[in-house]
């Protein structure tokens, strides 16, 4: 099972609403991470989650609030966001080191994503 | 800092016929790994291939196969073959070094492939 889900599929907000998205994956894979895609771009990375505690934030305005609860669960709350925030949220996963030091697997999987729009 | 770059925007291939995509990168790592992922319309990233830089034996998945050359920080994917469902924008992906335990991931600019029936 290499499958990551992400609630909502589509989320409209207004400037002054708090939202939260939602990425769930139950591979065992113990770093998660956000990113967000403009149409026709790359994606950007966010955040990444490293055993539940954040890693790496990438300068992201404070009005996006990661939280790790557990192992298997991403979310990403949002607050007073601007319409240039519009945009695809992309949520992933990758295992990291075995308790046995063997190499780890490198490969991060994505979720199918969360459309935000701004108004 | 590692750069990945994608010089051809948009791609064109008919059914059947075999395409190659063009990827090159920076890096002064001698350990790292490149991916090719696909992002059809839409928009789950599906990832393609992998090739650890350790490995001279180039990556093959089916259809899919990459031209590796370290020396030259060329990694190129060829899709033969092509089927209508391989249209999509394809991104080139390099994973950075670990930092704090998670790998980060740089990606080109991306691909868009159109298969002509």
């Known amino acids: 099972d290499t499958e990551v889900t992400q609630t909502p599929k589509h989320l409209v907000m207004g400037m002054t609403n708090k939202k939260s998205l939602k990425c769930e994956q139950h591979?065992?894979?113990?770093?998660m991470y956000w990113y967000k895609q403009k149409a026709k771009k790359p994606p950007e990375l966010m955040f990444v989650?490293?055993?539940?505690?954040?890693?790496i934030n990438e300068s992201v305005p404070s009005r996006f609030s990661p939280e790790c609860p557990n192992s298997s669960l991403l979310n990403l709350h949002l607050h007073a966001l601007q319409p240039e925030d519009s945009a695809l949220y992309l949520c992933?996963?990758?295992?990291?080191?075995?308790?046995?030091?063997?190499?780890?697997?490198?490969?991060?999987?994505f979720g199918p994503g969360t459309r935000l729009l701004v108004l | 800092a590692q750069t990945v770059t994608q010089s051809q925007p948009e791609m064109s291939v008919q059914e059947a016929e075999t395409v190659t995509l063009s990827c090159t990168y920076d890096?002064?790592?001698?350990?790292?790994?490149l991916f090719w992922y696909k992002q059809p319309p839409s928009r789950q990233m599906i990832l393609v291939i992998r090739q650890e830089a350790y490995k001279q034996q180039n990556a093959t998945e089916n259809r899919f196969s990459v031209n590796f050359q370290k020396a030259a920080k060329s990694f190129s994917l060829k899709i033969s073959d092509s089927q209508l469902g391989d249209a999509a924008m394809y991104f080139c992906?390099?994973?950075?070094?670990?930092?704090?335990?998670?790998?980060?991931?740089?990606f080109g600019q991306g691909t868009r492939l159109t298969i002509n029936p």
């Open positions: 989650y490293s055993y539940e505690k954040l890693s």
């Open positions: 992906a390099y994973r950075s070094p670990l930092i704090q335990g998670a790998q980060k991931l740089v």
């Open positions: 591979m065992g894979h113990r770093a």
């Open positions: 992933a996963s990758s295992p990291h080191r075995t308790s046995g030091g063997a190499i780890p697997q490198e490969t991060q999987y």
């Open positions: 890096t002064s790592e001698s350990d790292y790994y």
